[in-house]
């Protein structure tokens, strides 16, 4: 290299160094002088001939500024252009070519990577550079702007990125693998088409990934089967479907479950023995304590002879009706259990009803996915009678295939859903030997149109569970009565009667009495009495707790109800027969004018007709648990009294208020815009 060209660039990089960080300073702080003074270097510069007209200026951005020069040598092929950072002087720095990925995934531009603890304004030609080659297309591009990133590393050490402007992201994995550290990389000539192009890769990780491309032979006039034979094997005819046939000359009806489920249900059979149970505490609490009788001997051998012998008797005397105290509070146990076997015959035939119209539902689900599987396939076999004729492509019906599957899976998970619903159904009964039949109702028969204050007042009215807290109540109190009782004293009386044997020859009879009281001076039941006081404030408290669960519970089968029914009359009259009317419009057009409307439209109009159904079928079976449930909560032994309970509801759509119509706009007084 010549000296004086070096001594020449050198030079030209202070000024141009200078000028520029005069010209900064002058933008930040606005002193006309400095202005004037930074673009005279400027000028200068350029007229010295700085190497920033024949390549992309450098940006420097993030801790200490090391030193840079742009320079054009002659071991680099024409019309590549080299930008050479030199390393500052101090110890602990290193240079490095840093290629960037952004959250996109592919790579940007490379950046140069500059460590070092001090900064060395002075330069140093003998070191080696680290040099990047840019070609003329990607050095038109200098006007784009990136951000320049700067990081903290470990040790206070900071990472200096200096971004070559105009060199934007490489979009081909071929050029990002060409960036290495510290060495030189050559960027072929590329073409606007090739920086903008993208390759699709599916991840390996992807199930699917690894299918082959669809490919179709071309048409043969000589051969014309050889194309038809390769359709037909990659996409052959979907199968009819299979049918879950359920016998109608055999009908159940809901009542007749109920009665098979009251009569063979083992939870019934278990409330009533604890009726029996029940009843038997109670017994057992107000009997009166059996007399003790036995013999007696006394002084036996104190005199050589038999002395006293004879009988004695003893009795507990219960005092201040401690017995009837018991047993009254225990029959408050029997009534409870008498109260809880009727909710159970009602959990009973909740359960049979929920199970019932679970079972109804899978039936209408069966149906409706059969006739739907049917239809997919329909459209599947027109569709592959127009790829024959060359009037849709191969990947198109590909992805109408996935819907004729998918339309196979639904129809066989209602199957499977049905079976296991009868069983639940048989489960309910108290008969697993209970064979499928037909069910009589229709899943969507018309339902009321309930009124909730009205609901909740009956459910007051009539539940178990309030009577209940009212018997725990009373029962409290007895108890507590009881315990107060408990310390006035029972009385034992204990007698004896014997023949005195202590004189031979001279027999008499006498007898013996004992009266005893325990004496209520340290133990007066003080503990226990304020046990049961505690237990007579919580049940006092025990039916605003009920009515509280009670009116939570409704709530939210009301609600439930509610949305649902609104929902399935909207999908019934509304949503259904308008993705219908989408489909066969979306369709027509599509065969009538198939470059207009898009094939893409009629996967489309598939997928949401299926939702559709798929949410129909969900609104009904949740209306119908949550109607179960309601029927529950008021413990109706008749689930048509709540089917007739009000006045069945009108349209789903007079429920919604309607939308206000638009006002016109008001105009602005006084002409203002």
């Known amino acids: 290299m010549d000296p004086a060209a070096g001594h020449c660039g050198k030079k030209t990089n202070q000024f141009f160094i200078l000028g520029s960080t005069v010209l900064s300073r002058s933008l930040t702080s606005m002193p006309i002088v400095l202005a004037i003074v930074g673009c005279l270097l400027l000028i200068g510069c350029r007229a010295i001939g700085t ?33 050479t950072a030199m ?33 060395d304004s002075s330069i140093n030609d003998e070191e080696s550079p680290a040099v990047i080659s840019l070609s003329p297309t990607v050095a038109k591009r200098s006007s784009q702007k990136s951000p320049v990133p700067s990081t903290e590393r470990s040790g206070g050490e900071r990472e200096t990125f200096i971004e070559i402007l105009g060199f934007t992201r490489q979009q081909d994995s071929e050029s990002s693998q060409q960036a290495t550290h510290n060495d030189t990389v050559e960027l072929p000539e590329s073409t606007e088409s090739q920086a903008r192009s993208l390759r699709l890769r599916f991840p390996t990780e992807l199930p699917g990934a690894n299918a082959a491309r669809i490919e179709l032979p071309e048409t043969d006039d000589q051969n014309p089967q050889r194309k038809l034979a390769a359709i037909d094997k990659l996409f052959p005819p979907p199968p009819s479907p299979r049918s879950l046939v359920v016998a109608k000359d055999r009908v159940l009806t809901l009542q007749e479950l109920e009665v098979l489920a009251l009569e063979h249900s083992p939870i019934i059979a278990q409330a009533a023995a604890q009726i029996t149970m029940s009843q038997g505490v109670a017994i057992q609490q107000g009997i009166y304590p059996n007399p003790v009788i036995g013999y007696e001997s ?14 004695y008797f003893s009795q507990l005397v219960k005092t201040g009706g401690k017995l009837k105290l018991q047993r009254a509070a225990a029959n408050m146990d029997v009534m409870n259990a008498q109260l809880t076997y009727e909710k159970t015959r009602l959990d009973v035939l909740r359960s049979v009803r929920a199970g019932y119209y679970n079972v109804l539902v899978s039936q209408e689900a069966n149906r409706i996915n059969q006739a739907l599987v049917l239809f997919t396939n329909q459209v599947y076999v027109i569709m592959i009678d127009r790829l024959k004729n060359g009037e849709q492509a191969a990947y198109e019906l590909s992805q109408l295939q996935t819907l004729v599957i998918q339309a196979r899976m639904n129809l066989m998970q209602s199957q499977n859903r049905y079976v296991a619903a009868w069983k639940q159904l048989a489960a309910a009964v108290g008969m697993l030997e209970l ?12 339902v009321p149109n309930l009124d909730f204050d009205d609901l909740l007042a009956k459910a007051f009215s009539i539940h178990p569970d309030l009577q209940a807290s009212i018997n725990l109540e009373s029962q409290s109190r007895l108890n507590l009565q009881l315990q107060k009782t408990i310390p006035l004293p029972d009385v034992t009386v204990a007698g004896a009667l014997q023949n005195d044997f202590t004189t ?14 325990p004496v209520p001076i340290f133990d007066r039941n003080q503990g226990n009495i304020r046990v049961a006081q505690g237990r007579l404030n919580m049940a006092t408290q025990q039916y605003a707790l009920v009515q ?10 009301f609600e439930r109800y509610q949305t649902a029914r609104v929902q399935s009359e909207y999908y019934r009259t509304q949503v259904l027969p308008d993705l219908a009317r989408a489909y066969r419009g979306v369709y027509e057009s599509h065969i009538a004018r198939s470059t207009k409307v898009a094939f893409g439209d009629i996967i489309v109009a598939q ?14 079976l949740a209306q119908w648990v949550a109607l179960t449930d309601i029927a529950n909560i008021l413990q109706l032994q008749d689930f048509n ?33």
Do not use: C, W
């Not at 031979?504 to 009281?517: A, I, M, T």
């Not at 009116?551 to 089968?557: I, T, V, Y």
């Not at 997928?607 to 009904?620: M, P, R």
């Open 51 to 83: 190497p920033a007209e024949q390549t992309g200026v450098a940006r420097l951005s993030g801790g200490p500024k090391p030193s840079t020069k742009v320079a054009t040598s002659k071991d680099v092929e024409p019309g590549v252009k080299r930008l």
């Open 87 to 119: 390393k500052p002087r101090k110890k602990s720095t290193s240079v490095s070519l840093a290629s960037h990925k952004d959250e996109t995934g592919f790579s940007t531009a490379p950046a140069f990577k500059i460590e070092g603890e001090e900064e």
């Open 298 to 311: 006394d002084t036996v051998g104190s005199s050589f002879t038999r002395d006293y012998q004879g009988m």
């Open 435 to 446: 064979q499928p039949a037909y069910l009589a109702d229709r899943v969507d028969m018309s």
């Open 504 to 517: 031979p020859g001279y027999q008499r009879s006498s007898y013996n009495l004992n009266l005893s009281v």
């Open 548 to 557: 509280n669960d009670l009116n939570s519970q409704l709530a939210d089968a």
């Open 607 to 620: 997928q949401n007709l299926a939702s559709g159904i798929s949410n129909y079928v969900s609104s009904l």
């Open 641 to 673: 009294e709540l089917l007739t309970f009000i006045p069945a509801s009108p349209r789903a759509s007079d429920d919604i208020p309607a939308l206000p119509s638009p006002k016109p706009p008001t105009p602005i007084s006084g002409g203002q815009p």
